[in-house]
Nanobody
Framework: VQLQASGGGLVQAGGSLRLSCGAS????????MGWFRQAPGEEREFVAA????????LYTDSVKGRFTISRDNAKNTVYLQMNSLKPEDTAVYYC????????????????WGQGTLVTVSS
């Protein structure tokens, strides 16, 4: 599976962005998809995950109520809608694919996209 993330950019605090991650391959619908982020000098951290059928979702506490993960298996794409952005959301955001059920640990993901930079100004 090859992943390509897009949609990052510069936004003011309180604004919104939608990240997209397109995947190659015919088995996209069988993977759990996740979003991670890495701020400068920090470890890459889990943000959100969605199960293969789009029903089950998980979020890290800091984004609950502000971010929404979704997927369109017909388009081989997973999305991350980010609202009420804060300066502390500034990071490179990565999409990732994992075999099996919901995953939250970086080491549990098998495939990674190249990352897209989100910068939130105060």
């Amino acid at each position: 599976v090859q992943l390509q993330a897009s949609g990052g950019g510069l936004v003011q605090a309180g604004g919104s962005l939608r990240l997209s991650c397109g995947a190659s391959g015919r088995t996209f619908s069988s993977y759990t998809m996740g979003w991670f982020r890495q701020a400068p000098g920090e470890e890459r951290e889990f943000v959100a995950a969605i199960g293969w059928n789009g029903v089950s979702t998980l979020y890290t506490d800091s984004v609950k109520g502000r971010f929404t993960i979704s997927r369109d298996n017909a388009k081989n794409t997973v999305y991350l809608q980010m609202n009420s952005l804060k300066p502390e959301d500034t990071a490179v955001y990565y999409c990732a694919a994992a075999r099996g059920t919901m995953r939250t640990m970086r080491t549990q993901y098998d495939y990674w996209g190249q990352g897209t930079l989100v910068t939130v100004s105060s």
